[in-house]
């Protein structure tokens, strides 16, 4: 990891797959990732960690299932939300973004459960970014 500063628009233009975090940061156990993201995700679920998302650019979506049924959560450009561990949740955008996101080292893109996995979603931990 860089021992400088980062620029999160050099980062973010340092590649082009989507649903394919990288990682441009750590902070004590956690990763800082960087991901952009166009479609839908999957469902999915996080056991045992939260999972926080900031959006940079874009706009979000999240379905969540909750005790009371399903909704859906949009996050505008600037935007934080915060899943709570245990949700099933599927992120989308119909017009692309590009988020932040802090997980404990290690967190699957894809959770501890998901349904099956579209090719344009990448299973990962995330990739360290080159820049």
């Not at 500063?5 to 750590?26: K, N």
């Not at 949700?87 to 590009?98: C, E, M, Q």
């Amino acid at each position: 990891m860089s021992k400088q500063p980062i620029d999160l628009e050099t980062a973010l233009a340092a590649f082009d797959e989507i649903w394919s975090p990288r990682i441009v940061a750590h902070v004590n156990d956690y990763d800082v990732r960087l991901a952009k993201v166009a479609g839908e995700h999957v469902w999915h679920v996080h056991e045992n960690t939260d999972e926080f998302f900031l959006v940079l650019d874009g706009t979000l979506a999240i379905a969540l299932r909750e005790d009371g049924g399903e909704r859906v959560v949009t996050l505008p450009r600037g935007s934080v939300f915060v899943v709570p561990r245990g949700t099933y949740h599927k992120p989308s955008s119909v017009d692309g973004a590009s988020l932040l996101l802090f997980e404990p080292t290690g967190t699957l893109s894809v959770g501890d459960e998901h349904d099956e996995v579209p090719d344009h979603v990448q299973v990962t931990v995330g990739q360290e970014i080159s820049l």
